[in-house]
């Protein structure tokens, strides 16, 4: 974080002899560094590499990849090890749905809807109260117009689990959009306005709101804020 980066390498050198498991988290936290100072091929090329080396593969070390794959958005990577991490893992374990989670973003991400569906749903057939699985699934569903009560409900129960989120709020405001019913929508968008004022889909989706209920300078305003 001091941005020391050779000292930090040399450290997590030094970890890489102490044992597979805490090699395995230095290679991910030296790739990471690399990824900063000589781009994300180079960081992804040493990452193979030390994975390759790997005597005893398991489920934790497929996440990880697959989680390092997703975040620089080589998602069709991703989704191929958080799916060798699924195999690998048994269904009871609590880290399964989080897999099918984020296998699910990672299949919507690049167009392939159904799987994705799947996944989600899944997901929360083995644990139904996940706020960010409700979410994602919802706001898709709500995007695509297609079944609006049932999102609508998701998201009233996300919301109940994390009344916190903005993104959460803001996809519930949304879902009151699609049925139109704007009072309600214009309630929860301002509040996800208020938690996060930067964000530019949540002050559009406000904007939209306020159009439809002829706040017409409230609207403009926000919308200005949004370019």
Do not use: C
């Amino acid at each position: 974080y001091l941005k020391k980066y050779n000292l930090s390498k040399n450290k997590y050198n030094y970890l890489k002899n102490i044992g597979p498991d805490y090699s395995w988290y230095a290679s991910l936290n030296i790739a990471s560094i690399l990824s900063e100072t000589h781009g994300e091929k180079k960081a992804t090329s040493y990452l193979k590499k030390q994975f390759k080396l790997l005597k005893k593969i398991n489920y934790d070390h497929y996440y990880e990849l697959a989680n390092f794959y997703k975040d620089r958005e080589y998602y069709d990577q991703s989704i191929k090890y958080y799916s060798l991490a699924l195999k690998n893992i048994d269904k009871n374990h609590p880290l399964y749905t989080e897999i099918l989670y984020r296998r699910g973003t990672n299949f919507e991400r690049v167009g392939q809807w159904k799987k994705a569906e799947k996944d989600l749903l899944e997901s929360l057939k083995i644990i139904d109260d996940q706020p960010y699985v409700l979410n994602y699934l919802a706001y898709t569903w709500i995007e695509k117009g297609k079944n609006l009560d049932r999102s609508l409900e998701m998201l009233k129960k996300a919301v109940s689990l994390r009344g916190d989120s903005g993104y959460i709020i803001d996809s519930l405001g949304w879902a009151y959009y699609a049925k139109k019913n704007y009072l309600n929508a214009e309630k929860y968008l301002q509040k996800a306005v208020e938690i996060m004022p930067l964000d530019p889909v949540i002050n559009d989706h406000y904007a939209d709101t306020l159009w439809m209920l002829e706040k017409d300078i409230q609207a403009r305003y926000f919308w200005k804020h949004v370019l």
